[in-house]
T-cell receptor, first 114, second 114 residues
């Protein structure tokens, strides 16, 4: 079985400061990893993915994430946060051997204060 | 392109009533799925489909039925609504040819069962 943990319910940062949202995962095989963002009263939007290759992946809106196999982590980062980054962020994982089932974490609410 | 559309946006049901949540996509995606979003639990997969005539169960399928008669449509039926089905429901689609990596989400249906 696969699972995702987002250890922080909320992350608060000041605008211009670095933003990190943590994610750890568990799969029996090799993982496909994803980050999605949800703005209020909207559906989820895809940010980035790790499939294979370079451990540092870049995505939309200046976000990036680092895959760390030994720590089974896939933390989302942004060097300089904007107020408009305030949203709910979800990490998700799919086991390469399980074609179609995506497991989501509980989500982390990010608040960026001006 | 409208992307993924869902109707209705809001619905209130009484316990025991049945209803169908509609989902349609115009991107010719083979893969479609239904999730429910509950506070603190992230998104949980209810049912999914990899093409017309093919459906399978996700993590929380009990109390829900699906069918896929066309590529475009993937309705979710609640057979006999229960208060535990109060949730926000999201439909999503993806191209299997791209490995079901990036899912496109609809705007959601907020369902309340009294």
């Amino acid at each position: 079985a696969q699972s995702v943990a987002q250890p922080e319910d909320q992350v608060n940062v000041a605008e211009g400061n670095p933003l990190t949202v943590k994610c750890t995962y568990s799969v029996s095989g090799n993982p496909y990893l994803f980050w999605y963002v949800q703005y209020p009263n909207r559906g989820l939007q895809f940010l980035l993915k790790y499939i294979t290759g370079d451990n540092l992946v870049k995505g939309s809106y200046g976000f990036e994430a680092e895959f760390n196999k030994s720590q089974t982590s896939f933390h989302l980062k942004k060097p300089s946060a904007l107020v408009s980054d305030s949203a709910l962020y979800f990490c998700a994982v799919r086991d390469m051997s399980d074609d179609y089932k995506l497991s989501f974490g509980a989500g982390t609410t990010v608040t960026v204060r001006a | 392109n409208a992307g993924v559309t869902q109707t209705p946006k809001f619905q209130v049901l009484k316990t025991g009533q049945s209803m169908t949540l509609q989902c349609a996509q115009d991107m010719n995606h083979e893969y479609m799925s239904w999730y429910r979003q509950d506070p603190g639990m992230g998104l949980r997969l209810i049912h999914y489909s990899v093409g017309a005539g093919i459906t399978d169960q996700g993590e929380v399928p009990n109390g829900y039925n699906v069918s896929r008669s066309t590529t475009e449509d993937f309705p979710l039926r609640l057979l006999s609504a229960a208060p535990s089905q109060t949730s926000v429901y999201f439909c999503a689609s993806s191209s299997i040819g791209q490995g079901v990596y990036e899912q496109y989400f609809g705007p959601g249906t907020r369902l309340t069962v009294t």
